[in-house]
């Protein structure tokens, strides 16, 4: 397996525009988890799935925060509209028991 | 609620021990595992404590008490390539992972 699959790597957008994060599992997961990464806040837990149903989006920040997953292989993080606050690398990270998550390499978002 | 505290920074010489400290408030505390992130890259899994006591894996070994809601990573003989950041996260109820804000560890020669 490829591991967990990330795209874009990186993104700049303009202040107000839609970004869409997204995110491949690793096949036979069943977990699935999106982080906000800061210097400031650390790595934060922002949703995560259980069998493709959200769980827990608690930690989502705002309502221009919102996530899904139509499938076992896929999961989409979506902001609309963007803030500069809302720069940071988001990871997905998956895994098949809260014991050891993968993680993918990460989308750096720039909003500017 | 979830929380975990962990010293934000620790330096260290090369070949030596240092030990990175987590404790948490976990409501339905499952385990405590750890992951190493080098700048600019992901976290990645170093170990898991789903019992108390020690795991060994290699130069890296974990350490849980439950009881005192504790738990370390101990890392021997340093090398310059350990420099990183290490986080511990605990696992609560079926899914649920969370991560502590992680402890960059410097080694120096």
């Known amino acids: 397996d490829a591991g967990v699959i990330q795209s874009p790597r990186h993104e700049v957008t303009e202040m107000g525009q839609e970004v869409t994060l997204r995110c491949k599992p690793i096949s036979g997961h069943n977990s699935l988890f999106w982080y906000r990464q800061t210097m400031m806040r650390g790595l934060e837990l922002l949703i995560y799935?259980?069998?493709?149903?959200?769980?827990?989006d608690s930690g989502m920040p705002e309502d221009r925060f919102s996530a899904k997953m139509p499938n076992a292989s896929f999961s989409t993080l979506k902001i609309q509209p963007s803030e500069p606050r809302d720069s940071a690398v988001y990871f997905c990270?998956?895994?098949?028991?809260?014991?050891?998550?993968?993680f993918g390499q990460g989308t750096r978002l720039t909003v500017v | 609620g979830q929380s975990l505290e962990q010293p934000s920074e620790v330096t260290a010489v090369e070949g030596a021990i240092v030990q990175i400290n987590c404790t948490y408030q976990?409501?339905?505390?499952?385990?405590l595992s750890w992951y190493q992130q080098h700048d600019g890259g992901a976290p990645t899994f170093l170990s898991y404590?789903?019992?108390?006591g020690l795991e060994e894996t290699g130069r890296f070994s974990s350490f849980l008490s439950r009881s005192d809601s504790y738990g370390y990573l101990l890392l021997q003989e340093l090398q310059m390539k350990d420099s990183a950041s290490y986080f511990c996260?605990?696992?609560?109820?079926?899914?649920?992972?969370?991560f502590g804000k992680g402890t960059k560890l410097s080694v120096i020669p």
């Open positions: 996260a605990a696992g609560a109820g079926s899914y649920q992972l969370t």
């Open positions: 976990t409501s339905g505390f499952y385990g």
């Open positions: 799935f259980n069998n493709n149903v959200p769980i827990d």
């Open positions: 990270a998956s895994s098949l028991a809260n014991t050891e998550a993968f």
């Open positions: 404590n789903g019992l108390d």
